[in-house]
């Protein structure tokens, strides 16, 4: 891994996962984790994956936090790599935001945030997907 040590990456909902913001090209990504983590960090080495539209833009963005080695922040707070300590942390931050539960998912869609299980049998959670917030009233 060439990132060095390890990093704080701070989850902003609707917006980005670190320096990785909506709506980049795979270039302005490359550029911006570079220049975030070292000359030669990868997305893989920060446990990032990025999703592209068909115009080659940024529209998802998931981190994993199962044994993640860096500190993974949302608002601040750390992120603990289970799924009661995030509804609990979203609970507190945003509790007028409705919550979703589905078989091995959490969803808040007014944050634009997935949380996915390793397992649904267990309470793991194994990442964070990022997605644009749609607002309803202007569609």
């Known amino acids: ?31 911006a984790i570079q220049t975030f983590a070292g000359e030669r960090t990868t ?7 990025v999703k592209y539209d068909v115009h080659g ?17 949302f608002h601040g707070h750390i992120v603990r790599d289970n799924q009661e300590s995030v509804q609990d942390l979203f609970a507190h931050l945003f509790p007028d935001a409705e919550m979703q539960h589905s078989y091995a998912c959490r969803e808040w869609p007014s944050l634009g945030v997935i949380a996915v299980k390793w397992e649904s049998s267990d309470d793991w959670l194994d990442s964070l997907w990022l997605v644009p917030v749609v607002d309803k009233q202007n569609r």
């Open 43 to 49: 997305l893989e080495d920060l446990n990032i994956e």
């Open 57 to 73: 833009r940024c529209n998802e963005q998931r981190i994993r936090i199962f044994n993640n080695p860096h500190e993974i922040t």
């Open 1 to 31: 891994m060439s990132a060095q040590g390890n990093l704080r990456i701070e989850i902003i909902p609707g917006k980005s996962i670190g320096p990785l913001r909506f709506g980049m090209t795979r270039e302005e990504v490359g550029r």
